[in-house]
C-alpha cells in the first residue's frame, strides 16, 4: 500500500486558489522530491501533508488511512524545517526527547531512541549543547535528529538546505542521501533547488503555479521534460529554446531555424514527431551539453547530428568546462564546451548539435510532443 | 473486523473533537484580556460619551440632552483658556523637545567621550514623576528661594525671575519644565536614529565634498525623518494629556492662566459636580488626540503599503 | 564621522584645521556639560536640601552648597510629618504604592505576555482587528474612563482602597503589555511553533516550554515600564483615593501644597526623594532595558 496517497487536493484561501487539484502517490520507502520556483505552492502541500495547513477539497491518506482533519501530533510524521526550528532555551538532547516527552514516552525508551539516533548521525558530542552553540551543519543534524527519534512513517523536509552555504549544502546533500538509503523511510523533500531533486530523489513532483507539471523519475524528467516550463527549471545552465518550423530534409523529419541575415538552418531529426502542430511551428528544445564544436569527422559515427554556424558572444570558463553564449538568429543560446578547443570570443563556429536528445515543445500549448522512430 | 473498525472511527471521532476543541484554546485563552481591554476602550467611552449628552450633574442620570453639555463647556471662559492653553503649550512643547533632543542626540553623537554618562543623565527625568518635576521645579521657580533668590544672592540684588507668579508668563514656566522632562525621550530615540544611518550614505556624501552641516542637513536628518514624526506623535500625545505637571508646578494658576483640558475636567468632575460637562470636556480631549493619531495611524499605513510595493 | 588626520608641522592648514578641531570639540562638551548641569540641578537640589537643616536652607536660599547636615529630615518625612489630617509622613503611602504597583506590574505583564503569544502565534479572523482594538487603550486619555470607573469602582465597594487602583491599573496596563509583547513574540520563528506541534505539544505547553523561557527581555523591559509608569501615575491615584490610602505620588502633591506659610523645604525634599528613589533605582541599574523598551514600542 503506498505511505503516502493525494487525491484530487485543492487548497484556497479566499478565493486565491493556492493548489489546483494535485494526484501524488509515494510507496514506501520511496524518497520524493516536491521541486519548483517560490510560489508554486509546495510547501503549502507540505504543510497539508504536515496537518499544518487544512484541506480545502479533496483527499490526504497515509498508510491508507484518511488524515484529513487528523492533528499533526497523531499522524506519525516528522518534519525537518528550513530554519531547523530547533528551541533555542533547550539542549540539543532536550530537543530531541521535547516530542517523546510530550507523548508520555517512558523515559528508558528515550534514552533508548536518543542513542540510537546520535550515533546514526554522530551528534553524541553534541548532545548537551544549546543550538546557539552549533554550527549550520550541527544544527541540521540535530533537526534530523528531532525527526528520526519520532520513528514516524512519513519524513518531511522542507527546504533544509537552503541556509548553508553553498560547499556545506553540497556535503548536508551527500549526507542526507546516505540517511535515507540507510534508514529507508519514506520521504516529502520540498525544494526549489532542481540540482538537490535529482541527486536525492527516486522520483520527482515539478510544480508550478499550483499544479504538478511532470512526476517521474529524474532521468525522465530530465531527458522527457512534459513542458516547457519543467524543461527550462531543470538542468541548469537552462535548455535552449529555438523557435523553428517542421521541415523535411532529404526526405526524412526536421526542423528549420532562422539565422542571421535571413538564412535558414534546416536540422535533421533522429525521430519523428507523430503530432504535428499548428502551420507546423515548432520550439525546438536543446540542452546546453549536447552542443559541441563540429568535426566533420564525428558526421559518420553520430546518428543525429547536426549543425550550423554561428558567432560567439560571451565565453565563460569555469575550470571543468567552458559556457559559451552563441547568437542562432535572434535568439543567444548556451552551451557547454571542453575547455581543449572551447569558442573564441568573437568567432564564427561551426556549432553540432546531437538531435537525438533533442525535444520538440508547441509554441501554443508549450508541451512536450512527443516523436516516435520514423 | 466492522467492530474494531468502528471502534477506531469512534476514537478517531473522539480525537477530532478533541482536537477541535482544543483550536478554541487560544481564543478562550485571551478573551478574559481582550474582553476587558475592550470594555475599557470601546465600553468606557461610549459610556462617557452618552454621559456628555445626558443631563447628568452630581450623579449619572441618563435623559439625553443632545449637545447642550458642550454649549456650556465652551461658553465657560475657563475652559477657553485650557484649550488655548493646551495649544499654545504644545507647539512650543513639541519644538523645543526635538530641537533640544535633536541638539544633544548629534552633541553626543560626535563620539565624545563617556557617552553611557551623558545618556545617564539626559534620560533619567524619564523615571521621574512629573508630580515629583513639578514640585522641585516650583520651588526652583519661587522667588524666596530658587532661582531669583540664588541670583540675587550673587551680587544682583534686583534680578527678577517671576516667571511662575505672573499670569502672562506662568504657561513659559510650564513649557520649559515639560521640555526638560521629555526632551530626554527624543534624545534617546534621536541617537539610535543616527546611529541607524547607512554609514556607506555617509562616506559617499564625504567623497562628494560635503562638509558636516551639509551631510546632517541633506543626508542624515532625511533619513531619520520618520523618527521625528514619530517623536512628535509621542509628545504630542503627552501634551494633551497634561495633567500632573501643571497640578504640581502651579495647581493651574495663578487665577486660572496655566489651567490645562486635564486639569478642568477633573474639576468639572470631582468638584463642581459638573459631570456631563466634564464628560464633554474629556471628549474634546479624545477629539484632539484622534485629530494627532489617526492622520499618523493611516499615514504609517500608507507608507508601510507603498514600501512593500517597492520591495 | 571620518576625520582626516594632518601633519601638523608641515601643513598651515593643517594647523587651522586642528585648531577649528578643537575648538569644535570644546563647543561640543561645553554645550553637553551645561545641559548636564540643568539636568542635574533638581536632583541636587532635592538631595542635598534633605540634609540640610531648614532654617538654613531659608537662610541660604534652595540652589546653594550645603552648610548644614541633618538626618532629620528623613524619619520625619517618613513617620510623623502631618499631611492632609494625619501626622504618619508619608510610610503608609509609600506601601500604598509598593501595594498597588507590584501586583498591578507583574499581572499585566503575565496577561500581556499571554495576549501577545496568542495574538502573534495564533492567528484568527479578527486578532489582527483585536490586536489594533486593545492597544488602542494606549493612547486613550486617562480622562474618559474617570467617570466609568468611579462608577465601577462604587459598585465593587472598592473606592478609596489600593486594590481598586489595582484594577485599574491592570486593565490599563493591558494595552501597553499586550502591544509590546506581541511585537516582540512576532519575531519568534513561526517554524518552532510548527515543529512544537508536530512533537505534540499543545497550547499551553508551548507556551511554558518555548516561549516564556524566550522572554526574559521582553518581560524584563514590559516590567520596569509598567513599574515606572503604574509608581508614577498620579490622576487615578488622586480621583479614587484619598488621605492615608493614596499612593506617594498623591501624597507628595498634598504634601507640597499644604503649606501655610514656611515651605518645608527639609522635609518636603525627604518626602520627595522616598517617593522618587524605587524608579530611580530601577533606573540606574536597568538602564539599558528603558532604552530598548523606548526604541521597541515607540516606533512601533
Not at chain 2, 463647556?73 to 503649550?89: C, D, I, T
Request: charged share 15%; with cysteine.
Amino acid at each position: 500500500m503506498a505511505t503516502l496517497s493525494i487525491s484530487r487536493l485543492f487548497k484556497r484561501f479566499g478565493s486565491v486558489e493556492v493548489l489546483k487539484g494535485i494526484d501524488l502517490e509515494a510507496e514506501t520507502g520511496e524518497f520524493i522530491a516536491l521541486v519548483g520556483p517560490s510560489g508554486c505552492g509546495k510547501s503549502t502541500l507540505l504543510a497539508m501533508i504536515a496537518g499544518l495547513e487544512s484541506v480545502s477539497e479533496g483527499e490526504i491518506r497515509i498508510d491508507g488511512m484518511l488524515v484529513n482533519s487528523v492533528a499533526p501530533k497523531d499522524r506519525d510524521i516528522a518534519m525537518v524545517f528550513q530554519s531547523y526550528a530547533l528551541y533555542p532555551t533547550m539542549t540539543a538532547r532536550q530537543n530531541m526527547t521535547f516530542g517523546m516527552e510530550s507523548r508520555g514516552v517512558p523515559k528508558a525508551e528515550q534514552e533508548a531512541a536518543i542513542k540510537r539516533v546520535a550515533s546514526l548521525l554522530q551528534i553524541e558530542p553534541l548532545l548537551n549543547r544549546k543550538p546557539g552553540q552549533l554550527s549550520g551543519g550541527q544544527r541540521q543534524r540535530v533537526a534530523m535528529g528531532r525527526a528520526l527519534v519520532r520513528d514516524p512513517k512519513l519524513f518531511l523536509f522542507d527546504e533544509p538546505l537552503s541556509n548553508l552555504d553553498a560547499k556545506l549544502r553540497v556535503d548536508m546533500r551527500t549526507e542526507i542521501k546516505k540517511l535515507h538509503l540507510r534508514v529507508g523511510k519514506t520521504t516529502i523533500y520540498v525544494t526549489h533547488d532542481q540540482i538537490e531533486a535529482m541527486t536525492l530523489a527516486s522520483r520527482i513532483a515539478v510544480m508550478h503555479q499550483g499544479a504538478i507539471q511532470q512526476f517521474d523519475e529524474p532521468q525522465a524528467v530530465y531527458d522527457r521534460p512534459a513542458n516547457m516550463f519543467v524543461a527550462g527549471f531543470m538542468g541548469s545552465p537552462s535548455m535552449n529554446f529555438i523557435p523553428g518550423e517542421l521541415a523535411k530534409s532529404d526526405g526524412r523529419p526536421a526542423v528549420a531555424i532562422a539565422l542571421a541575415g535571413g538564412e535558414t538552418a534546416t536540422l535533421p531529426l533522429s525521430l519523428s514527431p507523430t503530432l504535428r502542430p499548428a502551420n507546423g511551428k515548432v520550439i525546438l528544445g536543446v540542452r546546453p551539453e549536447h552542443l559541441f564544436r563540429y568535426d566533420p569527422n564525428l558526421k559518420a559515427q553520430k546518428a543525429g547530428l547536426a549543425m550550423l554556424t554561428a558567432p560567439v558572444e560571451v565565453v565563460e570558463p569555469t575550470g571543468a568546462e567552458t559556457h559559451a553564449v552563441l547568437k542562432v538568429g535572434e535568439k543567444e543560446i548556451v552551451g557547454r564546451f571542453d575547455p581543449d578547443g572551447a569558442p573564441r570570443l568573437g568567432e564564427l563556429m561551426a556549432l553540432g548539435i546531437d538531435m537525438t536528445h533533442a525535444c520538440l515543445f508547441d509554441p501554443e500549448t508549450q508541451a512536450l510532443i512527443p516523436q516516435a522512430a520514423a | 473486523m466492522s467492530a474494531a473498525l468502528s471502534a477506531n472511527a469512534a476514537v478517531r471521532s473522539r480525537a477530532v473533537l478533541r482536537d477541535k476543541l482544543a483550536g478554541w484554546t487560544p481564543r478562550l485563552a485571551i478573551a478574559p484580556g481582550a474582553i476587558a481591554s475592550l470594555v475599557y476602550v470601546f465600553g468606557f467611552t461610549l459610556w462617557t460619551l452618552y454621559i456628555s449628552v445626558s443631563n447628568s450633574t452630581m450623579l449619572p442620570t441618563y435623559k439625553f440632552v443632545g449637545l447642550k453639555p458642550y454649549f456650556d463647556l465652551w461658553s465657560n471662559e475657563r475652559w477657553r483658556v485650557a484649550y488655548g492653553n493646551l495649544f499654545y503649550f504644545s507647539a512650543f512643547y513639541v519644538v523645543l523637545s526635538l530641537a533640544v533632543g535633536l541638539a544633544l542626540a548629534i552633541a553626543i553623537d560626535q563620539r565624545v567621550k563617556g557617552e553611557a554618562i551623558w545618556r545617564t543623565i539626559f534620560l533619567y527625568p524619564l523615571a521621574v514623576s512629573f508630580v515629583v518635576t513639578g514640585v522641585v521645579w516650583s520651588w526652583l521657580y519661587s522667588p524666596d528661594a530658587g532661582i531669583e533668590f540664588l541670583v540675587r544672592s550673587l551680587g544682583w540684588h534686583d534680578f527678577t525671575f517671576r516667571l511662575i507668579t505672573d499670569r502672562y508668563t506662568a504657561i513659559y514656566a510650564i513649557i520649559a519644565t515639560g521640555v526638560w522632562q521629555s526632551s530626554g525621550f527624543a534624545m534617546a530615540l534621536f541617537l539610535a536614529g543616527l546611529r541607524s544611518v547607512d554609514p556607506d550614505l555617509v562616506k559617499a556624501a564625504q567623497i562628494d565634498g560635503a562638509g558636516p552641516m551639509r551631510i546632517y542637513r541633506k543626508v542624515i536628518l532625511p533619513s531619520i525623518a520618520p523618527i521625528f514624526v514619530a517623536v512628535a506623535v509621542v509628545l504630542l500625545q503627552f501634551a494633551i494629556k497634561t495633567f500632573d505637571l501643571v497640578v504640581a508646578l502651579t495647581h493651574g494658576g495663578p487665577g486660572i492662566s496655566t489651567t490645562f483640558p486635564a486639569n478642568y475636567v477633573y474639576d468639572l468632575m470631582f468638584q463642581r459636580g459638573e459631570i456631563a460637562v466634564g464628560a464633554a470636556a474629556a471628549i474634546m480631549m479624545l477629539l484632539a488626540l484622534a485629530v494627532v493619531l489617526v492622520p499618523y495611524g493611516l499615514w504609517t499605513v500608507w507608507r508601510s503599503r507603498g514600501e512593500s510595493a517597492h520591495g | 564621522m571620518v576625520d582626516a588626520t594632518f601633519d601638523l608641522a608641515l601643513d598651515s592648514q593643517a594647523r587651522g584645521e586642528s585648531l577649528r578641531y578643537a575648538l569644535r570639540r570644546i563647543a561640543i562638551y561645553a554645550f553637553l556639560g551645561l545641559f548636564a548641569l540643568i539636568y542635574l540641578l533638581p536632583l541636587f537640589v532635592v538631595v542635598a536640601n534633605s540634609f540640610r537643616e531648614l532654617p538654613e536652607i531659608t537662610r541660604n536660599g534652595l540652589i546653594a552648597f550645603p552648610q548644614s547636615f541633618s538626618l532629620g529630615a528623613w524619619p520625619k518625612a517618613w513617620a510623623h510629618y502631618c499631611v492632609a489630617g494625619t501626622c504618619e509622613g508619608i510610610k503608609r503611602n509609600f506601601f500604598n504604592s509598593l501595594y498597588m504597583t507590584i501586583p498591578a506590574t507583574i499581572v499585566s505583564t503575565l496577561v500581556g505576555a499571554l495576549n501577545g503569544y496568542v495574538l502573534s502565534k495564533w492567528r484568527f479572523p479578527g486578532s489582527e482587528t483585536l490586536f489594533v482594538c486593545i492597544v488602542l487603550g494606549v493612547f486613550m486619555p486617562g480622562q474618559v474612563a474617570l467617570l466609568p470607573w468611579a462608577y465601577i469602582l462604587g459598585a465593587l465597594h472598592l473606592s478609596n482602597s489600593v486594590y481598586g487602583l489595582i484594577l485599574v491599573h491592570i486593565i490599563q496596563g493591558l494595552s501597553f503589555t499586550t502591544l509590546f509583547c506581541r511585537n516582540y513574540y512576532v519575531n519568534i520563528p513561526d517554524d518552532l511553533i510548527k515543529a512544537a506541534r508536530i512533537d505534540g505539544a499543545g497550547f499551553w505547553r508551548i507556551f511554558f516550554k518555548i516561549i516564556l523561557p524566550l522572554s526574559p527581555p521582553i518581560l524584563i523591559v514590559t516590567v520596569i515600564w509598567q513599574f515606572t509608569g503604574i509608581w508614577n501615575e498620579f490622576l487615578f491615584g488622586v480621583v479614587f483615593t484619598g488621605g492615608t490610602e493614596q499612593p506617594i505620588t498623591a501624597a507628595l502633591v498634598a504634601l507640597a501644597t499644604s503649606q501655610m506659610n514656611a515651605h518645608p523645604y527639609d522635609v518636603a525634599s525627604a518626602a520627595v526623594m522616598i517617593g522618587a528613589i524605587p524608579p530611580l533605582l530601577i533606573y540606574l541599574f536597568g538602564g539599558k532595558y528603558f532604552v530598548r523598551g523606548l526604541t521597541q514600542g515607540a516606533i512601533k
